[in-house]
């Protein structure tokens, strides 16, 4: 093998890309000596080469202009980590063309945007890394596409959000209103200054995308993934959820049965005994289960500049050696083997148990509507609790239900909520796992 350098540039010096770069520069020696040929970092490119990253970086290294990477002959690959749709998407294809390989932490990009920008891969016979895309340190995209590449994967459960986690968490050990921790969360830099990805499920769903198709062989379904956010969730959910001996998670699922596979990212209440229920603060796991393989749970650190340039690292060492192999187009990228047959089912098809807790007058003949309305939709009640003892006021009923139909649920809420007897709009949840559940491992 040749001993001459691959060179890399960067795009993008923010938080990751500071991770990625002290990563590189730190353990340079160490690379080379595990690898037997060095990789370095010819140019990182950033609009601002002024604020301090806390690194030295050798002089020359760190420019304006992205373009002096894109064509710059002797650089190997181009690591994208600016994040957004625009410019990446354009950096990302005309790096593609002048035939460079790419590493990316880019998830919304590839979600939204991906297709373009694996076709134009596989046109120039190039690679693209986005291990750091998903779950930040944790090898998750390695193990679906390497570890567990001779199972057929039956289904994937995980908290991929830590800002979210961090929040339910707080909220969970607390007992303190959301807002108050998000406002909290924004002030210690966990939470971003526009959290709305992160606490509406966008930034779960992106990188579900990117699991599912990879899992699947499903094409890039990002907007066909049915997104729900962890905002209308109060400590008095928590606190129920709890006695009931669950505890709330923002869960992304996606799960195969026959030729249907649901996907969807909501609120959801697991039991407390279950492993994932212990996950707390910014942590991520995910559950993954395969034929051959049965279920496995894959734990760490979501984000972060160096847990995330970790992963973009593993990418960049992976593509190293496939170039100096000869061996480039062996990273298997989204898309290149969809599966015709796979449709994604419909969130009305979906069935599972529920929480459902309502405001009630405390009356007689007010739980025979409320249980009546239920069994009219094939809704079994399992248990029930009433809070408090008031005949002017409305009373808390808390109820988890067998396995249901999400269709027949919303319909049945529509029909509760109207009632007279029932004051404020019912809150449900959705609950995984449990005696009664469909399975998940
Ligand atoms: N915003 C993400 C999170 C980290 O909170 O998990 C980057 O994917």
């Known amino acids: 093998m040749k001993k001459d350098a691959i060179q890399i540039g960067i795009i993008g010096f923010g938080t990751v890309g500071a991770g990625t770069a002290a990563i590189l520069l730190n353990r340079q020696k160490t690379l080379e000596k595990k690898l037997g040929f060095p990789i370095r970092i010819k140019h990182i490119a950033d609009l601002d080469v002024k604020r301090s990253r806390g690194l030295k970086l050798p002089k020359g290294m760190l420019i304006k202009d992205s373009k002096k990477i894109l064509y710059d002959p002797e650089i190997d690959i181009v690591v994208e980590l600016i994040g957004g749709i625009h410019p990446a998407k354009e950096l990302i294809i005309s790096a593609l063309k002048q035939g460079k390989h790419i590493v990316t932490a880019n998830k919304a990009l590839l979600a939204e945007s991906g297709k373009a920008i694996f076709d134009t891969a596989a046109k120039c016979g190039r690679d693209i890394g986005y291990e750091a895309s998903v779950a930040g340190s944790i090898p998750i995209i390695k193990v679906v596409r390497e570890s567990l590449i001779g199972n057929k994967i039956t289904s994937i459960f995980g908290i991929i959000n830590g800002t979210a986690n961090y929040i339910l968490t707080k909220m969970t050990e607390e007992g303190v209103e959301f807002a108050t921790v998000l406002k909290e969360a924004q002030s210690l830099g966990y939470a971003e200054a526009d959290p709305t990805f992160d606490i509406e499920g966008v930034d779960s769903a992106h990188k579900l995308t990117l699991m599912a198709s990879l899992s699947f062989g499903l094409p890039l379904s990002f907007k066909k993934i049915y997104t729900e956010g962890i905002t209308r969730i109060t400590p008095l959910d928590i606190e129920f959820a709890s006695e009931f001996g669950y505890r709330i998670k923002l869960l992304a699922i996606a799960k195969q049965v026959d030729n249907e596979v649901e996907l969807r990212v909501h609120p959801t209440m697991i039991p407390q005994d279950d492993l994932i229920s212990s996950v707390n603060g ?160």
């Open 282 to 441: 910014v942590f991520n796991a995910i559950y993954i289960e395969g034929d051959a393989a049965g279920a496995g749970l894959y734990y760490g650190r979501g984000a972060g500049d160096m847990p995330t340039g970790s992963a973009v690292v593993s990418d960049i060492v992976d593509i190293a050696r496939n170039i100096k192999t000869g061996a480039v187009e062996r990273l298997q990228g989204i898309g290149t083997s969809v599966n015709p047959a796979l449709r994604i089912k419909k969130m009305e098809d979906i069935r599972t148990c529920y929480y459902l807790r309502m405001s009630a007058m405390d009356k007689p003949g007010v739980l025979s509507k409320i249980s009546g309305i239920l069994g009219s939709n094939n809704i079994s009640i399992k248990s029930m609790i009433q809070k408090g003892r008031n005949k002017e006021e409305a009373v808390t009923l808390v109820m988890m239900t067998h396995e249901a139909r999400e269709k027949d649920m919303v319909r049945a809420l529509k029909q509760i909520n109207r009632l007279s007897i029932v004051s404020d709009k019912t809150m449900y949840l959705r609950v995984e796992g449990g005696e009664d559940s469909n399975g998940r491992h």
